[in-house]
Every structure is written in C-alpha cells, then in structure tokens.
C-alpha cells in the first residue's frame, strides 16, 4: 500500500443504526437495473485507498452489461442497503461485512445465496469463510483479505537477547519474553483501548484458545455454553494476569487503537494486536522490523494457535431482475487480469488463491499471504457476537480489565448477564443464531 491504512471500522455506529431510523436515510439518485444493467453499491476505498480507481477500472472492462457503482459511507452501508431492500430497490450487488453484518439481511431475506449462481471454483478460491454460510448455502464471494495477527518488533527482539526470526508460540515462551523484553526497559505487550477496539481483537484471538469451531462461539449466545465457565473467561484471566505482570502500557487506556499500533512499529512497544492490510506499509517504514505472528497459545481447544482471516465481500441481491448477470459481474472481479489490477491499484491482496503473488516483492507480505491466506486458518470470531453484547460486554470489560478494575471472573459475570438479557429479549435472533451454529459446528 502506498501510505499506512488509518481508517477503523466504527462497528458501534454501524450496529446503532441497524433497525433504528433506517427508513429515513435518504436514498441515492439512481435508475435502477435494466436488462444488461447492474447496480453495484461497494464500500472499501475507506480503508483501503486505490479500491476507488479499481472499481472504475474493472466496472469498465466488463462486457457483459452496463455496471453502476456507488460508494457508500461507512454509516451507510447495512442501513442503506436494508432500506433499499425493504422498498424493492436494492442494488443487484451488494458490498457485505463479514458474520452478523450481512447475516441479518440474510435473514430478512434480502440477499440471495451466491451458491449456485457464482461459479464453484470461484466461490472457493476467494474464501468468504465459513461465517458467510447460513442453511447450507453460501451468501458471499470474497473480495479482499483482512488478515487479523499480532505484530513484534524484531529490533527489540533482538535488542533483549531473542530470535527475531522465531517470536513465542506458547503462553510460557511468550511471558519469559515478556520478562527479557522488560529487562532492556521495553513495553512487552500492548497498544490502545480507549476506543474499545483492543477489546474486540483481543477477545478474537484469545477467545479461540479454547473453542474447537466457531459455532461454540455461538453457543456462548444462545445458551449453549456459558461464558461463567472457566475456560470460556480464561482469555480476560490471562489479560489480567499481563495487567498484573506489570508487562502493559500503562498508557493503554488513554490511547486509541491505532495509535498503539503506532507505538509497535516505534519500538516502544514489543508485541500487540495489529491487522494485515498495515503490513506493507509498517515494513516498508521499518526495512522489514516488523513481524507477524499469531497468540501464543495457553488453551487446549482445536482452534488456539491458527491464523485468523477476515474478508471481506460481496453479494447479490434477493430482489435482482438479473442474478445471472449479477453472477457473471462477480466471476470478472476474480478473473487473473483482475486480480493483478486490483494488486496495481491498491498494493493490497485480492481475496483469491490464484492470485499471482510471485508480484509480491515484500518477503514479509508474501509470507502473510502463504500463512495467513492460503495456510489453515480460522474465522474473526468477534464478527459473530450480537451488538448488545458488543457494546456491554466485549469492550467495555476489557477496559475495565486493563483499568484495573475487574478480574477474569467478574469479567465473565458480566458478559453472561449480558447474552441472558440479549436472548430475553430477541427471541427470533436467538433462533437465527440457533439455526447459524448448525453451519459453523
């Protein structure tokens, strides 16, 4: 990428405005498909600068029919669409958040599934992850990755006597880590919650230590399971225990999400969450200091210690006059010559594992992409979880965890209150999210 991604998805807007004023959102002047003619909203160029002259690019190539592109705001993007939908005038493809943020227009009924229209082949080699099955079906192609990890800083590897080539793999190596890296006067491990993003990738990486597939995850939400069990709170324990250490910045609190990130790549701080699509950038920035890895494992479920991929996508409208064409316009954004544009224009990854990576100059990027793309990996847990519990779980116990107000235990009290007061009162979510971990088991 050209310059470091800034941008961070504001999922708490987004999910205030779900179900909440959508009908007075005021919808884009535009005509609506003909025959031949495709209207494609998309979202991306927030976070990924040069997607904008992609879209230009490929809507301008393809033969098929006439494309109409609209880039939507980030606010926009469900609200919009569901309101579109709503009033049978939803665009024929559609730009989609990966779990909840498409699976309730899934279940709305306003998108169709793309198995069966999308070529196979090409469904399975743009990895919309399992979190875009429901009932069988898939409702999403891939369009580009968000690799989710955490970023080291091999100068300070180095500096405190460590492999810079070979960061922790267990939660023992990691704290004896931590204890030499604060020795040389360095933060071991951390970055920025006063956004409450931390939260959220925290409890997605350590969450999975003791999951063995993703529908446990639902679980936790619809009854199932219980986060007052030890191992389903034991990732807030093991945040606490690092508080306690004393192997955090105490700063962390009063930094943003991004910003400590910043502090890795300075060296200020050895270890901490981070996201693919900065890689480029943060390497190029440091000739290659920093280094990707995933959460040294401490639980003992099948999912611990595996790479995390998020990605995001497309879909096709349950209201298009022209699904097959819909399907086609698809099957060009994931053509060879496409992906290779899509790599000139952004200097990010396209989601599809036939891309040429041999382009890849960057041996750090092209390693991400052979680990975390192309390797086993698992889903973003965190883009299963309910807005409730978003809002009065996953982030603010984390913050109150760093803050030093609340141990593991307490923080997983609260999180079961929360999902017992969500079900309560969404009876028909609770059921789509039953019907949801019978494709995720």
Not at 134 to 149: A, N, Q, S
Not at 179 to 205: C, M, N, T
Not at 332 to 349: D, I, K, S
């Amino acid at each position: 990428m050209s310059s470091r991604k800034s941008f961070t998805l504001d999922r708490r807007s987004v999910l205030a405005g779900l179900g909440a004023g959508a009908g007075s959102l005021a919808m884009p002047r535009m005509s609506f498909a003909q025959d031949g003619e495709l209207d494609f909203w998309w979202w991306g160029e927030q976070e990924l600068p040069g997607l904008q002259s992609f879209v230009k690019k490929a809507v301008a190539s393809f033969e098929g029919g006439t494309v109409t592109p609209l880039l939507q705001d980030t606010s926009a993007v469900i609200t919009q669409f569901q309101t579109a939908a709503a009033a049978k005038e939803a665009p024929d493809v559609q730009y989609f958040w990966n779990g909840i943020y498409h699976m309730e227009s899934v279940w709305l009924g306003y998108v169709q599934p793309v198995s069966g229209l999308v070529s196979q082949d090409v469904i399975d080699a743009s990895s919309p992850t399992i979190l875009s099955r429901y009932g069988g079906e898939t409702y999403r192609v891939g369009w580009y990755p968000i690799p989710m990890l955490w970023y080291y800083n091999k100068a300070v590897f180095e500096a405190a006597g460590l492999d810079p080539e070979n960061p922790p793999t267990t939660w023992d190596a990691f704290l004896a880590a931590c204890e030499a890296i604060r020795s040389i006067g360095k933060v071991p491990f951390g970055g920025g919650i006063q956004d409450g993003y931390f939260g959220e990738w925290y409890l997605a990486h350590a969450l999975v230590q003791n999951l063995d597939n993703a529908g446990q995850a639902l679980q936790l939400f619809t009854g199932g399971l219980d986060f007052r069990e030890p191992r389903f709170y034991e990732h807030w324990s093991r945040l606490a225990e690092l508080r306690d250490a004393g192997f955090i910045n105490p700063s962390i609190s009063s930094i943003e999400l991004y910003p400590g990130i910043d502090l890795i790549v300075a060296g200020e701080i050895a270890m901490g969450p981070s996201i693919g699509t900065r890689l480029p950038a943060d390497s190029a920035a440091t000739s290659g200091q920093i280094g990707v890895m995933t959460m040294p494992v401490y639980g003992t479920g099948a999912m611990a210690g595996k790479p995390i991929l998020d990605v995001q996508g497309l879909g096709i409208s349950a209201g298009t006059e022209n699904p097959e064409l819909a399907a086609r316009f698809l099957e060009h954004l994931h053509a060879p010559e496409q992906l290779a544009l899509f790599w000139e224009e952004t200097g990010w990854l396209p989601s599809n594992a036939n891309f040429d990576a041999s382009v890849i100059e960057d041996p750090a990027v092209a390693d991400l992409w052979q680990r975390w793309g192309l390797s086993e990996n698992i889903p973003h847990v965190a883009n299963l979880t309910p807005g409730q519990f978003y809002e009065q779980a996953m982030v603010p116990v984390a913050q109150r965890i760093l803050a030093n107000e609340i141990g593991g235990e307490e923080a997983g009290e609260i999180a079961a209150g929360v999902v017992e007061e969500w079900r309560a009162f969404n009876p028909d979510l609770l059921e789509s999210y039953e019907k949801w971990a019978e494709d995720l088991t």
